[in-house]
């Protein structure tokens, strides 16, 4: 099945990779821009043709039949936004206790443009001890990138700052939702 999503995403949709980083054993992704739900699927096609898995996080109101148990067997966590729960410590401990971890977050939080980046996806890593890789689509070249890997220090503010420039130069699918 790999060669086959290869072959979908390289060769019918032309689209391009330009990864230098290597998947460790754990890991967070940051995926960025989101401005549309085609980053899922984009997401999704890219993780079969390079043959990993990665758990997500989306909103709970997407996990209703049939697609809940679907997302749930893709690696789908659902998130309740509007309560405040120690998620990013659960994912961290979680992280800490398998031999392996991979889970993919948009910063952004939304497909809608925001420069107020969620930063749960930062500390989940921080607790954890684990790096983070920032993977960009840019739709405009039709490539998939990471040139990039970040080792959170702590110093939230200065470190989100140079993610969101890692990402300023990738043009979502609708780049008027995309702001840094």
């Given at each position: 099945m790999q060669r086959f999503y290869r072959y979908v995403l390289y060769h019918l949709m032309g689209w391009k990779k330009e990864v230098t980083v290597e998947l460790p054993r754990k890991y967070i992704?940051?995926?960025?821009?989101?401005?549309?739900?085609?980053?899922?699927?984009?997401?999704?096609?890219?993780?079969?043709?390079?043959?990993?898995?990665?758990?997500?996080?989306?909103?709970?109101?997407?996990?209703?039949?049939?697609?809940?148990?679907?997302?749930?067997?893709?690696?789908?966590?659902?998130?309740?936004?509007?309560k405040h729960t120690s998620l990013t410590d659960q994912l961290a401990s979680i992280a800490q206790s398998r031999e392996a971890f991979g889970l993919c977050i948009t910063p952004e939080g939304t497909r809608k443009p925001t420069s107020e980046w969620k930063r749960g996806f930062y500390y989940i890593a921080l607790k954890a001890n684990i790096p983070i890789l920032l993977f960009g689509l840019d739709y405009g070249s039709k490539r998939i990138v990471c040139t990039k890997m970040l080792v959170p220090n702590g110093d939230a503010d200065a470190q989100m700052q140079e993610i969101k420039q890692y990402y300023k130069s990738f043009q979502g699918k609708y780049p008027q939702n995309f702001a840094i």
């Open positions: 992704i940051a995926l960025a821009p989101h401005t549309s739900n085609w980053d899922f699927l984009m997401g999704q096609l890219y993780s079969r043709a390079e043959g990993f898995r990665c758990e997500f996080m989306m909103k709970k109101e997407w996990f209703f039949w049939p697609l809940g148990p679907i997302f749930r067997s893709m690696g789908g966590i659902p998130v309740e936004r509007k």
